[in-house]
């Protein structure tokens, strides 16, 4: 058996994922939430700067840009919405409130804050020359392509013999 290898799948660039929002991708079969975090800081003058928008103004605490990839599906509403929802910070934690009804995820570890019970997947995410990539497990009963996608792995029929040529 080989050894597990992890493979970065290229989703998007990150500036086609507006800041403090949350874009959905379809990686490997899978619904992944992506959400981009903070802004562009810079210090200037003994000042902590962000832009946002094109817009410039003082930044209350350090809030560098990060990026997150959770699962999409909602345990509670039972669908698959969370990209949709919005971002905010609680306890000093940054989550994603559902649309639907509104219980917040952890960006960090995919727990729900609201019902500790309950978490979504959170998957590797990185950032490489200015481009999202997302890993996820390879599922052994999958082949992967070249292309990144996944397809069914099909097992020869036991009833079709080998030796038997078709037209």
């Given at each position: 058996m080989s050894a597990h290898r992890t493979v970065w799948i290229d989703v998007c660039a990150l500036d086609d994922i507006c800041p403090d929002t949350g874009v959905c991708a379809l990686v490997e079969e899978r619904q992944i939430a992506i959400f981009?975090?903070?802004?562009?800081?810079?210090?200037?003058?003994?000042?902590?700067e962000r832009e946002r928008d094109g817009v410039?103004?003082?930044?209350?605490?350090c809030n560098r840009e990060r990026v997150y990839a959770l699962g999409?599906?909602?345990?509670?509403?039972?669908?698959?919405?969370l990209?949709?929802?919005?971002?905010?910070?609680?306890?000093?934690?940054?989550?994603?409130?559902?649309?639907?009804?509104?219980?917040?995820?952890a960006l960090a570890s995919g727990e729900c804050?609201?019902?500790?019970?309950?978490?979504?997947?959170?998957?590797?995410?990185r950032v490489r020359g200015g481009r999202v990539e997302v890993?996820?497990?390879?599922?052994?009963?999958?082949?992967?392509?070249?292309s990144g996608r996944v397809e069914v792995a099909v097992e020869p029929d036991p009833d079709r013999s080998m030796s038997r040529s078709e037209p």
């Amino acid at each position: 058996m080989s050894a597990h290898r992890t493979v970065w799948i290229d989703v998007c660039a990150l500036d086609d994922i507006c800041p403090d929002t949350g874009v959905c991708a379809l990686v490997e079969e899978r619904q992944i939430a992506i959400f981009r975090v903070g802004s562009r800081e810079r210090e200037r003058d003994g000042v902590r700067e962000r832009e946002r928008d094109g817009v410039r103004e003082p930044a209350p605490h350090c809030n560098r840009e990060r990026v997150y990839a959770l699962g999409n599906f909602d345990p509670k509403s039972r669908a698959f919405v969370l990209a949709r929802g919005i971002v905010g910070e609680s306890g000093g934690a940054l989550h994603v409130a559902s649309p639907m009804y509104k219980e917040r995820f952890a960006l960090a570890s995919g727990e729900c804050l609201d019902d500790p019970s309950v978490r979504v997947p959170v998957y590797p995410v990185r950032v490489r020359g200015g481009r999202v990539e997302v890993a996820v497990e390879p599922d052994p009963d999958r082949s992967m392509t070249r292309s990144g996608r996944v397809e069914v792995a099909v097992e020869p029929d036991p009833d079709r013999s080998m030796s038997r040529s078709e037209p």
